[in-house]
């Protein structure tokens, strides 16, 4: 239901600054604006979805960390479903969006909604998770009367690479 409202929202806004926009500029111009925006935003979005690739190859290669390429990320899909809307309101808003500025002070939010939704996509998966006994060690279970016999297991534990 809310989706509804939403939509009808959007199409009430952007309806309301075309007109308004007509009736100021004339048809024509409203048109080129509409038309110019949507190329504008397309422009936008391609050249920061380059940078968002780039920065999250960088962020799984551990040379940035992952804190700004995956909150970006989030941002560039919302921005990306703006500017890909018909409309000049939703373009300018996906643009602004975009932008370096509006991203540093949105990130802390999309950072922590995507931590409670991570936390909560944990959470009901750890509690369906079976655990039976035994050590498990590069993949094998070992029984636990293996596991007191110290000739019985390898010695050697593989580590993971320290983060940068």
């Known amino acids: ?8 929202l959007y199409v009430v806004v952007e309806i309301a600054a075309f007109v308004g926009l007509s009736a ?3 048809v024509g111009w409203a048109l080129l604006i509409t038309l110019l925006t949507a190329i504008a ?7 920061r979805g380059r940078r968002v690739v780039t920065d999250l190859r960088r962020a799984a290669r551990n040379e940035i960390r992952p804190t700004e390429p995956l909150p970006d990320t989030a941002l560039l899909a919302l921005s990306s479903i703006l500017v890909i809307l018909p409309g000049v ?12 500025p509006t991203r540093r002070i949105a990130r802390p939010a999309v950072t922590a909604f995507g931590a409670r939704r991570f936390a909560g996509l944990v959470s ?12 498990v060690i590069d993949g094998d279970v070992v029984s636990s009367e293996y596991a007191t016999d110290p000739t019985a ?12």
């Open 1 to 8: 239901m809310r989706i509804r409202w939403i939509l009808l």
């Open 24 to 26: 100021w500029l004339g």
């Open 41 to 47: 935003g397309y422009g936008f979005l391609v050249a």
């Open 89 to 100: 309101v939703s373009t300018v808003l996906g643009v602004v969006l975009m932008a370096g």
């Open 124 to 135: 009901a998966v750890s509690a369906r998770t079976v655990f039976l006994d035994g050590d």
């Open 153 to 164: 297991v390898p010695t050697q534990r593989r580590q993971l690479p320290p983060a940068h």
